[in-house]
C-alpha cells in the first residue's frame, strides 16, 4: 500500500485535497529530520543557532554535544500520497518556552505524531496528553536513534500510559520508508475516523 499512496510518479493535474500533519514531541527527539527524510519539497526551516544562553534552558541529553540548532517556530514539508491528496507537514518546537506556539499549529490538523525519544521518555508525556486531551488522531513513534530498537513498542506503551486504540510504532526519522509507513497509518487512521463519523 506504501507504493500505491506515495508513488513520486503520479502528479496532480488539479489541486488535491490537503490533510495537515502535525510531528510533534520534546527537545531533539528528530522531528525536523522526520520532515526532512519524506518532504518532496525543501523543507521551511526555523532553526535558530543553539548559544551559550540555552545552557542549562535545553536538555537534549545525549545529543547535547552535536546539537547546534534549533527550532523556534516550526518545520514545513509536503508529500503528494497520490493525484487526489497531499500531506501539508508541520514539524512543532519542542522547547517548553515555545509550546504557545502549538495550538495555532494544530489548527486543522487531522492528526499528529508524536515522537519519542526512550532515553528521554519523560520529555513525552506532554505531548500525548496535549493531543489526547483535543482529542485528535494521533500516533506515537519511537524514533530508533542510531538505528537500534531499545525498548518495545509495547513497554513504551505501558510507561507512556498510551490508550489501546492509539498506534505505537518504532520509526527511525532518517529512514524515508519508515516516516511514510508511520504516515500511513496515521492517515488511514485519521480517514476511518472521519468516514465513522459520517
Known amino acids: 500500500m506504501a507504493s500505491v499512496l506515495f508513488d513520486q510518479r503520479a502528479r496532480p493535474a488539479a489541486a488535491p485535497t490537503t490533510m495537515k500533519i ?41 545529543l547535547g554535544g552535536a546539537k547546534r540548532g534549533t527550532t523556534v517556530a516550526m518545520d514545513f514539508g509536503r508529500i503528494t500520497i497520490d ?40 520529555e513525552c508525556f506532554a505531548a500525548v496528553d496535549y493531543f489526547e486531551h483535543l482529542g485528535l488522531p494521533f500516533v506515537v ?30 520509526c527511525d526519522a532518517r529512514r524515508r520508508t519508515h516516516v511514510q509507513e508511520t504516515l500511513i497509518l496515521l492517515v488511514e487512521g485519521a480517514l476511518r475516523r472521519v468516514a465513522g463519523a459520517a
Do not use: C
Request: no cysteine.
Open 141 to 170: 513513534a519511537v524514533n530508533l536513534f542510531d538505528g537500534v530498537a531499545t525498548h518495545h513498542p509495547r513497554d513504551v506503551r505501558e510507561a507512556l500510559a498510551v490508550p489501546a486504540n492509539v498506534p505505537v510504532v518504532l
Open 22 to 62: 502535525v510531528i510533534a514531541g520534546g527537545f531533539a527527539v528528530g522531528k525536523t529530520t522526520f520532515v526532512g527524510s519524506i518532504s518532496e519539497i525543501e523543507p521551511l526551516r526555523t532553526e535558530a543557532e543553539m548559544t551559550v544562553e540555552s545552557l542549562g534552558v535545553d536538555h537534549a541529553g545525549p
Open 83 to 122: 493525484t487526489d491528496m497531499a500531506l501539508y507537514l508541520f514539524g512543532t518546537p519542542g522547547q517548553d518556552r515555545f509550546w504557545f506556539l502549538w495550538d495555532e499549529l494544530v489548527r486543522g490538523a487531522v492528526g499528529a505524531v508524536v515522537l519519542v525519544d526512550t532515553r528521554r521518555l519523560q
